[in-house]
């Protein structure tokens, strides 16, 4: 079972990057998959979700009208488009995949900083 981010690193205030999840070892459509972020000191925080299908997503409001979340159940990936980015969402952004089991990747740093 594997969960690998990719994308992460430092952009600048207002700036764009796709964060991408890529899976395997577990039949990623049954799974319900999230992003979280966590900075340290801090407890980890829902970003997105988005049901198996692809047809519900949720957002915490700091990213609302910001970050996208989205699927490709062919390529078992999953993915956070984040726009306008903020000092504030400088964080490391962990894939989550729920189904009968919570299975968790191992992180992207994300820095937007100028």
């Known amino acids: 079972v594997q969960l690998v981010e990719s994308g992460g690193g430092l952009v600048q205030p207002g700036g764009s990057l796709r964060l991408s999840c890529a899976t395997s070892?577990?039949?990623?459509?049954?799974?319900?998959m999230s992003w979280y972020r966590q900075v340290p000191g801090k407890e980890r925080e829902l970003v997105a979700l988005?049901?198996?299908?692809?047809?519900?997503?949720n957002y915490v409001y700091s990213v609302k009208c910001r970050f996208t979340i989205s699927r490709d159940n062919a390529k078992n990936t999953v993915y956070l488009q984040m726009n306008s980015l903020k000092p504030e969402d400088t964080s490391v952004y962990y894939c989550?995949?729920?189904?009968?089991?919570?299975?968790w990747g191992q992180g992207a740093q994300v820095t937007v900083s100028s």
């Open positions: 989550h995949a729920r189904f009968r089991v919570v299975l």
């Open positions: 070892g577990f039949t990623f459509s049954n799974y319900v």
């Open positions: 988005i049901t198996s299908s692809g047809g519900r997503t």
